[in-house]
C-alpha cells in the first residue's frame, strides 16, 4: 500500500498542478464625494462592502469618512454595507475613502478536478433564484426564445450552454443611445445590444424560465495589460445551478470582447475583477426611504429621505507591489 501511495502521489500532484488557478493580489481604493449638501438636511450614504468568499481574500486596510461608519448587512442575498448619516448635514462635501488588499482567485465551474463531492440547493434558495426580478422577466419573451434556442435539449446544462451561446451571438456590446445598463430583459430583446448587466439579465431570465437557477454579480474590472489604473465604472456577471455541479459562473460580455475565450468564460471567471455584491431590487439596511435599488455597486445617497445623486466617484486598482503615484 505504501508504495502504491509513493506511485501515485506524485501523479495526483501532477494532475491538480495541471489544472493550477491563477491568483491576482492588489490593492482596490473605493473612495467618492458627496458634493454640494444643502445645509441643516438630513444625510444618509450607503456603501456596498467588499467581502471575502472562496474566490476573494479580502482585508480592509483602511475606512475614512466624514460620517462614523457603521457595518450592517442586507437580508435577501446577505450583502455586507456600510452605513453613515447625519441628522443635519453641516458641510457642502462628504469624502470617504475605503482601501482593500485583495487577492482575486481564478474560479473554474466546470471540467475542474477539485469537484468531487455533489451538490444540492437549499429549496428557499432554489426558490429566490428563480423567481423574476423588476426588469427580468421569466415569462413571455425570454421564456419563448429560451424556449426555442433549448429546444430538444434535456440536461440543464446543456439549455444553459445554448442559451450563453444566444446570447453571445445575438447582443453586441455597445454603450451607444440609451437604456442599456439597467439590466432590462425587454430592452436588451428588442435592441439586441447594451453593457454586461444586458447581457446577464438576458440569460438570467432565458435560464430562470427553464428552471435552471441563476443570479447575478457585480463588481469592477482590473485590466489584463496594466499593474495600476483608474477604475471608470463596474463590471458584472452571472451564475447558474446545477444539481450535482454547484454554481457555475459565467461572463458572456467579456467573451463577446474576447471570442478566442467564448468556452473559457462558459464555466470560469479570470483573475480580473473584485466582487461587492448580488442580487437586483435591494431592500438595504437600514432600510432606503427609496425605492429598492436595481443593483447596489455604487454608494447610494439619501438627503431628506430623497436619492441623492450628486456624488463624485474615484476607483483605482494596484497590483501588489506596482508604483503608484501619490494621491
Known amino acids: 500500500m505504501l508504495r502504491l501511495i509513493r506511485v501515485l502521489l506524485p501523479l495526483l500532484v501532477l494532475t491538480l498542478s495541471a489544472f493550477a488557478q491563477e491568483s491576482r493580489h492588489f490593492t482596490f481604493h473605493y473612495a467618492f464625494t458627496v458634493k454640494n449638501l444643502p445645509s441643516g438636511k438630513k444625510v444618509r450614504v450607503w456603501i456596498p462592502a467588499a467581502h ?43 469624502h470617504f475613502d475605503i482601501e482593500y488588499d485583495v487577492i482575486r482567485h481564478e474560479r473554474i465551474g466546470l471540467n475542474s478536478p477539485l469537484h468531487l463531492v455533489g451538490a444540492s440547493l437549499p429549496s428557499k434558495e432554489r426558490k429566490q433564484d428563480l423567481q423574476p426580478d423588476a426588469l427580468v422577466p421569466v ?32 447582443l453586441k456590446y455597445d454603450k451607444t443611445g440609451t437604456g442599456w445598463g439597467r439590466g432590462d430583459v425587454l430592452y436588451a430583446c428588442d435592441a439586441k445590444k447594451g453593457n454586461c448587466t444586458d447581457f446577464h439579465s438576458l440569460f438570467i431570465a432565458m435560464a430562470r424560465s427553464q428552471g435552471i437557477p441563476a443570479r447575478f454579480e457585480i463588481g469592477f474590472p482590473l485590466p489584463a495589460d496594466k499593474h495600476a489604473a483608474e477604475i471608470a465604472g463596474y463590471h458584472c456577471w452571472s451564475d447558474f445551478y446545477i444539481n450535482g455541479k454547484g454554481w457555475i459562473p459565467v461572463d458572456i460580455s467579456e467573451a463577446w470582447k474576447h471570442p478566442e475565450k467564448r468556452d473559457y468564460f462558459f464555466g470560469s471567471h479570470d483573475v480580473n475583477r473584485i466582487q461587492f455584491s448580488m442580487g437586483r431590487d435591494l431592500q438595504l439596511n437600514p432600510a432606503q426611504d427609496g425605492k429598492p435599488l436595481n443593483y447596489f455597486v455604487y454608494p447610494y445617497v439619501e438627503v431628506d429621505g430623497q436619492e441623492y445623486p450628486n456624488v463624485s466617484l474615484a476607483f483605482s486598482f494596484a497590483d501588489a507591489g506596482a508604483t503608484v503615484a501619490a494621491r
Open 52 to 94: 471575502s468568499d472562496r474566490y476573494q481574500e479580502v482585508k480592509v486596510v483602511s475606512v475614512k469618512g466624514d460620517l462614523p461608519l457603521s457595518t450592517t448587512r442586507e437580508e435577501k442575498y446577505g450583502n455586507e454595507i456600510y452605513f453613515g448619516e447625519a441628522g443635519k448635514a453641516s458641510q457642502a462635501e462628504l
Open 139 to 170: 415569462t413571455g419573451l425570454p421564456a419563448d426564445l429560451a424556449a426555442q434556442v433549448t429546444a430538444g435539449k434535456t440536461q440543464p446544462l446543456d439549455k444553459a450552454r445554448a442559451i450563453y451561446d444566444y446570447v453571445f451571438t445575438t
